[in-house]
Each structure stands twice: as C-alpha cells, then as structure tokens.
C-alpha cells in the first residue's frame, strides 16, 4: 500500500493537509525493500499514529522502530512494536543514553518534535553521526524558524535559526573544492519539512 | 547505462567535475520509462557533451517516433550550436534575452519533462530564464539550475546589486521560505532537492 494511503487510514497529520506526501512518496521507497530490517528512530510520539503507519508501510517484520516524547501520555499511546525513550530532546545526554540502549545506526531520524529551535539542532547534532551512509534524518515543521516564537528562542538562546543552520550547510556544500565533492547529502525540501540523505551505499539494500 | 557511466563516455563534467550523478540518477530515472518521447530544454551547450549524454540516457524511447523533436538547446555562441549532436533542435541566443526565450517557448512547443540551465550562470540569465521557462515545465516536471555557486562569487553580488536583483542563491531560498509560509489547508508544494551547486525545482502535479 502507498505512503498516503496508510497515511489516510491512520489519520496522521502527515497526510492532511498534504503537508509532507510528496516527500515522503520520494524517500521511503528507497527503504522498503533492503535484505535486512530497517533502523527508524521518531522523535515526537504524539497519539503514535505515525509509529503505525512505518510500522504498517513497512511490514512489522522488517522495521526496528524507536519513539521519543517527552510526555508520558505519548509514550503510553505508542503501538507495541515500538520501543520508546522518555525525555526532552534537547538534552544531549538523553539522546546518548537513547543511542547507547538503542544502538543507534539508524536508517531513517524523523524530528517531529517541539519545533524548537535548541531541540532540533541539538537533536541534529547528536543524531547525525548516527545516521548510517544512504540514510536519512527529516526535519518537520521548519516554519518554527520563521514564527515568532522561533526567532525569540533563537535571540534568547543566542542560536541560529534551524533553516538557516540548513542553508548555511548547503552554501558548503557548494564551496566544496573539487577533490572534496565526493561527499554531498542531498537535501529534498518539501514544505515545511527538509531530509538530508547522507552520501554513501545503504547496507542491504539495491545500488543508489 | 548509467548516467555517472553516460557522462564518462561523452566527456561531461555532470559526473566527475561536479558529482551531480546522485541528483540526476534520483531525478531523471522515472523519464526513462515514459511510454513517450522525454521533452528536454538545456540551456547551454558548450560542446555538445551533455546533449549526447542525454540522448543516450533516454535513447530507447527516442527511436519510438525518430521524426518528432523532443529534445532542444540554447546557446548563444554559434560554436556551440554548431557543436550540438544531430537530432537536437537548436536556438543561437541570450538566455538572459525574454524576447528570445518566447520565441523558443514558441518553436518548440514549450511543455517540457525537464529544463536544465547550464548557461552563463550569470545572476541575470538564471532569473530570466526561470521566470519565463517555469510555466512551461510540466505538472510533475523539473527544473535544474546547476552551478549555483557563482551566487557566491563577488563578480555575482555587483552583478545583482547593479541590476537590483537578488542572487539566485537567495532567491529559491527565498521561494522555499515562502513556500513554508502557507496557511492550511496546503496545496502540494514544489520538491527542491540541492545536491553540491545544483538544485532541482520539481513541479507538483496540481499546481497552484
């Protein structure tokens, strides 16, 4: 079944509004079919409609699925499959202790979190590197950079906005002399929402 | 053959120059398999290579109707027209011209699966060619602007400055922002995907 169908049955907010359906349509089929189970950490459980979905979209056999929420209630809401981590995340021992009990070497990270500016470039930051070559890590809701709520964060803060940490990445990207640009993620921007894909062959899975 | 392959063969800096192969693999693959001749635009052919390249990567569907033009040039040195692999519809002129550029839009029908500016990478000829070769992507079409990084350059700033334009860099991050500002319910929103100096615009199929 497609993405935006299950999407649909489950009623996540990934399909309505058709906030996200293109780019999801575009990236998740590279993961569908690999010779092992796929590693999808969420941050962001919410009532664990889209936990259901990677579940379903997948097949239950071949997803290793990991949740984070900083609320309780979201945590009791995930689908059983799924193992879940209470805890904020922008707190960087957190996710340490949430990579070390995982293992981390994730295939797909999905910020579906706070949308705040501090928590999605800690998260970033210490998420990233886990992220194994081919994989992906997607962050929704960029629109908190540009809401005012976002940019008062950022002055308190003293941070840059998350978009424009994104853009300042893809200027390096493209300052990258020549014997360097063997390494380039790509980063798909659909909306609110931008995946940067890590260069490199997925393990175990068809020749990207 | 692969495109990464393709480029090799015909001398192209698609591939080894650039490293665009993950962009082009990722964008160009479902036109392979059209039950049609692929409509291409490509501004700025030098000596031909990437015309051959292309003519190659969608070579089977090409000899279904050998009579119909499909694929088309613009370069505005007559060398270079002269360098494009027969079977190309060539146009000698300014990219940054909007007289000429209907008149393209005009010969060769417009409607185009995809457009490619790899021109003068001036500020101007790139906004130009945008704005005027846009509408005529398809729904579900794309538009590849590559070598983005003369947007950095110092000659690209007093360029946009003295013709009180924006650098194009600036612009399709402009775009991207504007497209997160969208209020519900959303209407599918353009997939950008960067990959190093390049970006790929695509169309959604119900555009607004």
Same mark, same amino acid.
């Given at each position: 079944?497609s993405?935006?169908?299950i999407?649909?049955?489950h009623?996540?907010?990934?399909?309505?509004n058709?906030?996200?359906?293109?780019?999801?349509e575009?990236?998740l089929?590279?993961?569908?079919?690999? !010779?092992?189970?796929?590693?999808?950490?969420?941050?962001?459980?919410?009532?664990?409609?889209?936990?259901?979905?990677?579940?379903e979209?997948?097949?239950?056999?071949?997803?290793?699925?990991f949740?984070?929420?900083?609320?309780?209630?979201?945590i009791?809401?995930?689908?059983?499959?799924?193992? !879940?981590?209470?805890?904020?995340?922008?707190?960087? !021992?957190?996710?340490?202790?949430?990579?070390?009990q995982?293992?981390?070497?994730?295939?797909?990270?999905i910020?579906?979190?706070?949308?705040?500016?501090?928590?999605?470039?800690?998260?970033?930051?210490?998420?990233?590197?886990?992220v194994?070559?081919?994989?992906?890590?997607?962050?929704?809701?960029?629109?908190?950079?540009?809401?005012?709520?976002?940019?008062?964060?950022?002055?308190?803060?003293?941070?840059?906005?998350t978009?424009d940490?994104?853009?300042?990445?893809?200027?390096?990207q493209?300052?990258? %002399? %020549?014997?360097?640009?063997?390494? %380039?993620?790509?980063?798909?921007?659909?909306g609110?929402?931008?995946?940067i894909?890590?260069?490199? !062959?997925l393990?175990?899975?068809?020749?990207? | 053959?692969?495109?990464?392959?393709?480029c090799?063969m015909?001398?192209?800096?698609?591939?080894?120059?650039h490293?665009?192969?993950?962009l082009?693999?990722?964008?160009?693959?479902?036109?392979?398999?059209?039950?049609?001749? $692929?409509?291409?635009?490509?501004?700025?052919?030098?000596?031909?290579?990437?015309?051959?390249?292309?003519?190659n990567?969608?070579?089977?569907?090409?000899?279904v109707?050998?009579?119909?033009?499909?694929?088309?040039?613009?370069?505005?040195?007559?060398?270079?027209?002269?360098?494009?692999?027969?079977? $190309?519809?060539?146009?000698?002129g300014?990219?940054?011209?909007?007289?000429?550029?209907d008149?393209? $839009?005009?010969?060769?029908?417009?409607?185009?699966?995809?457009?490619?500016?790899?021109?003068?990478?001036?500020?101007?000829?790139?906004?130009?060619?945008?704005?005027?070769?846009?509408?005529?992507?398809?729904?579900g079409?794309?538009?590849?602007?590559?070598?983005?990084?003369s947007?950095?350059?110092?000659?690209?700033?007093?360029?946009?400055?003295?013709?009180?334009?924006?650098?194009?860099?600036?612009?399709?991050?402009?775009?991207?922002?504007?497209q997160?500002?969208?209020?519900?319910?959303?209407?599918?929103?353009?997939?950008?995907?960067?990959?190093?100096?390049?970006?790929?615009?695509?169309?959604?199929?119900?555009?607004?």
């Amino acid at each position: 079944m497609s993405f935006a169908k299950i999407a649909k049955l489950h009623n996540a907010d990934k399909y309505f509004n058709r906030h996200y359906e293109p780019l999801y349509e575009r990236i998740l089929p590279l993961y569908r079919n690999l !010779t092992r189970p796929i590693r999808l950490l969420e941050i962001g459980i919410d009532t664990g409609a889209s936990l259901c979905i990677w579940l379903e979209y997948f097949g239950a056999n071949n997803i290793s699925i990991f949740g984070i929420d900083i609320s309780p209630k979201a945590i009791a809401a995930a689908p059983s499959e799924a193992i !879940t981590f209470l805890g904020d995340q922008a707190d960087a !021992t957190f996710l340490q202790r949430v990579i070390s009990q995982s293992g981390g070497q994730f295939d797909i990270v999905i910020d579906d979190g706070g949308h705040g500016i501090q928590q999605q470039q800690v998260s970033f930051d210490v998420l990233w590197p886990e992220v194994v070559p081919g994989g992906v890590y997607i962050i929704e809701d960029l629109e908190s950079s540009m809401a005012r709520w976002g940019r008062r964060e950022a002055r308190v803060k003293k941070l840059a906005l998350t978009l424009d940490v994104i853009f300042g990445q893809i200027r390096g990207q493209m300052r990258q %002399r %020549r014997r360097e640009r063997f390494v %380039r993620p790509l980063y798909t921007f659909c909306g609110e929402a931008v995946a940067i894909e890590k260069p490199g !062959t997925l393990a175990g899975g068809p020749a990207k | 053959m692969s495109f990464a392959k393709l480029c090799e063969m015909y001398g192209s800096d698609k591939y080894q120059g650039h490293r665009y192969d993950a962009l082009y693999e990722r964008i160009l693959a479902p036109y392979r398999c059209l039950p049609r001749p $692929v409509r291409l635009l490509e501004i700025g052919i030098a000596k031909g290579a990437s015309l051959r390249v292309w003519m190659n990567y969608f070579k089977p569907l090409a000899f279904v109707r050998p009579n119909i033009p499909s694929i088309f040039a613009v370069d505005i040195s007559p060398e270079s027209v002269a360098a494009a692999p027969s079977g $190309v519809t060539t146009f000698c002129g300014d990219q940054g011209d909007p007289v000429f550029l209907d008149k393209v $839009v005009q010969e060769s029908g417009g409607q185009f699966d995809i457009v490619i500016d790899d021109g003068a990478h001036s500020m101007w000829g790139q906004c130009v060619s945008f704005d005027k070769l846009w509408p005529e992507v398809l729904p579900g079409g794309v538009y590849v602007i590559e070598d983005m990084e003369s947007s950095m350059r110092r000659a690209a700033q007093r360029e946009a400055k003295a013709k009180g334009i924006q650098v194009t860099l600036a612009a399709v991050f402009a775009q991207i922002r504007s497209q997160m500002k969208r209020k519900a319910p959303r209407p599918p929103r353009p997939l950008y995907t960067f990959c190093g100096e390049a970006v790929a615009i695509e169309k959604p199929y119900e555009s607004t």
